[in-house]
């Protein structure tokens, strides 16, 4: 890394990175195509190369109302970087927080703050104040730009910081809006060109958060080198799209697996993405009908539903589904290739690692096994002691390649998550003799449910707000159709009862106060929890009666 060298003016990022003996390995010399020069800015590589090559006029984004061509978006991009240089005042190293679904100005958004040298942390539509709050304050944001649809809890939660202080100079500006102080009125006039900021390929581009098990976000800085890289493995290595392609899928851009698969992945290429501002399953299968789409990414959840669902319907344009964010149980896989004479490419990344590091397409494909190490990774298998296990005995997954995992300012957790050098993903795989891994189960207490990621204690945190709660421990329970759900076993103070009234209203609560995939689908009444001498709640047992 060419840490020396730096295109930020603002070092928040730099100053919070973990020390180096905490700091992954990396390697970009697995493969010739990891060879970037040291000073880049990945929307140029991405984007303006584009125009540069001639295909500006090439579709770059579908969405329900139309399309925009790849220059369409490079000139949106660049208006917007002129508004926030020229009149947001954003200089190369600012964070930007993003809010809203899917949709074109989502996307541009994300390349004119890129090209401004600005640092993207997107979010969800789903996410409430508090959650927002907390995002912003742990990345210290003073600029939000928000869907006008979803702007009002974005609104509210950069009014004050999370100890009820002012956000003094905190900004929010809305897009998709007419409004006056809207981006779209800012962004008239401005120039359709723009010089990008000569960023290090070393400088962060985007904090992803992820949700943690701890009940707090956990922000992942991801630099210009690493979005890069992550667009020349799995996708060049094991997808294989052609420029002819259209990707199409359900996460929203916050994801990095969406981030990845519906925005970086075809913008290499010179590809195009169809992007839906609503996806669940019902939805994506009218879109791959109407719009004729060839690559899907999307969550098992979603192909065991849209199995259910195909009858006359024509998704015949589909050639490649790729799954990811949870385990693909062999069922899944199995009948979606049924239904479909599709083979459903399965993959595991990480938040931390910023896409898939480990899969197999076509004919390599081995149901029930996640794949074989991508391209410009290395993985093995460890025991709590970090030494490699034999093949066929099932340990902790431990990864190594051209991206890792670097906390925002979180010591704590990095230490547990890159031991020895090595990103330690929280997952117990076992690796057989041809290099396949097979995963087994979570080493920690995240709940994977519908291809979200939940972390217990956050939904813990909620439900001890209400009065009824006197203790509570939220676990993932099984699931058929989900993988996962939340389950919370709760203790009442003394007056209240338990029963199916009680029930809703506890799951009204927490759908109001965070993103409504986190409330507990499942709860139980206890008298008591299982706790250690110190105090600390021993969610394994509970796991235990969990049938």
């Given at each position: ?11 928040f ?107 993207v ?12 709050r ?13 869907d ?22 905190a ?20 120039s ?41 493995c ?24 969406a ?7 075809p ?6 993405t169809?992007?839906l ?64 004479g ?10 931390e ?8 397409a ?64 929280g ?7 041809d ?7 979570r ?37 058929e ?14 007056g ?12 009204d ?39």
């Amino acid at each position: 890394m060419n840490q020396g060298v730096t295109g930020h003016v603002d070092t928040f990022c730099a100053d919070r990175m973990p020390p180096p003996e905490l700091v992954p390995l990396r390697e970009w010399s697995a493969i010739p195509e990891l060879s970037y020069p040291d000073m880049m800015n990945c929307a140029s590589m991405l984007l303006d190369s584009m125009i540069a090559s001639g295909r500006g006029e090439r579709t770059a984004i579908r969405f329900q109302d139309g399309s925009w061509t790849y220059r369409q978006l490079f000139e949106t991009a660049n208006r917007i970087a002129n508004v926030l240089v020229d009149d947001l005042g954003v200089v190369p190293g600012n964070r930007v927080l993003l809010r809203g679904p899917n949709n074109p100005m989502m996307a541009a958004c994300w390349f004119g703050v890129i090209k401004a040298g600005g640092v993207v942390v997107c979010t969800m539509p789903l996410l409430r104040e508090r959650e927002l709050r907390f995002v912003a304050d742990k990345a210290e944001i003073g600029l939000a730009l928000t869907d006008t649809r979803f702007a009002d809890e974005c609104n509210a939660a950069f009014i004050t910081h999370s100890d009820g202080s002012d956000r003094d100079g905190a900004r929010v500006v809305h897009f998709n809006s007419d409004a006056h102080f809207g981006l779209e009125p800012m962004m008239r006039g401005k120039s359709a060109a723009f010089i990008n900021c000569r960023t290090s390929a070393d400088d962060i581009a985007i904090i992803a958060f992820t949700s943690g098990t701890t009940g707090e976000g956990k922000g992942t800085m991801h630099s210009h080198r690493d979005i890069m890289s992550i667009t020349d493995c799995f996708p060049r290595h094991v997808l294989k799209p052609s420029e002819d392609d259209v990707f199409c899928g359900s996460p929203p851009l916050a994801f990095t697996y969406a981030l990845g698969g519906l925005l970086l992945f075809p913008m290499r290429i010179g590809a195009c993405t169809l992007l839906l501002e609503q996806a669940t399953p019902p939805f994506l299968l009218d879109a791959i009908e109407g719009q004729r789409p060839t690559i899907c990414f999307t969550a098992p959840t979603a192909y065991r539903a849209m199995s259910g669902m195909l009858e006359g319907r024509d998704i015949s344009s589909l050639r490649k589904c790729v799954s990811a964010g949870e385990a693909l149980p062999r069922t899944v896989y199995e009948g979606w290739l049924e239904a479909t004479g599709l083979k459903i490419i399965d993959g595991i990344g990480a938040t931390e690692m910023l896409h898939i590091f480990i899969s197999a397409a076509e004919d390599e494909i081995r149901p029930g096994s996640t794949g074989r190490i991508v391209p410009g990774y290395r993985a093995r298998i460890v025991n709590e002691d970090g030494n490699d296990l034999p093949n066929g005995t099932i340990g902790r997954l431990a990864v190594i390649g051209p991206t890792g995992c670097r906390y925002l300012d979180n010591i704590e957790r990095q230490r547990e998550y890159v031991q020895n050098g090595w990103n330690l993903t929280g997952d117990s795989y076992k690796r057989d003799d041809d290099g396949y891994f097979w995963y087994q189960a979570r080493t920690d207490d995240m709940i994977i449910s519908g291809g979200y990621n939940i972390g217990g204690p956050e939904v813990e945190n909620v439900l001890l707000e209400h009065p009824a709660v006197l203790e509570c421990g939220v676990i993932g329970e099984p699931h058929e159709q989900r993988g996962q759900i939340v389950k919370a076993v709760i203790v009442l103070r003394p007056g209240y009862e338990g029963g199916p009234k009680l029930v809703k209203e506890l799951q009204d609560f927490v759908k109001a106060r965070i993103a409504p995939y986190k409330y507990p689908r499942a709860v139980e009444f206890a008298e008591s929890l299982p706790r250690t001498n110190t105090g600390k709640l021993q969610r394994y047992r509970l796991r235990e009666n969990t049938p």
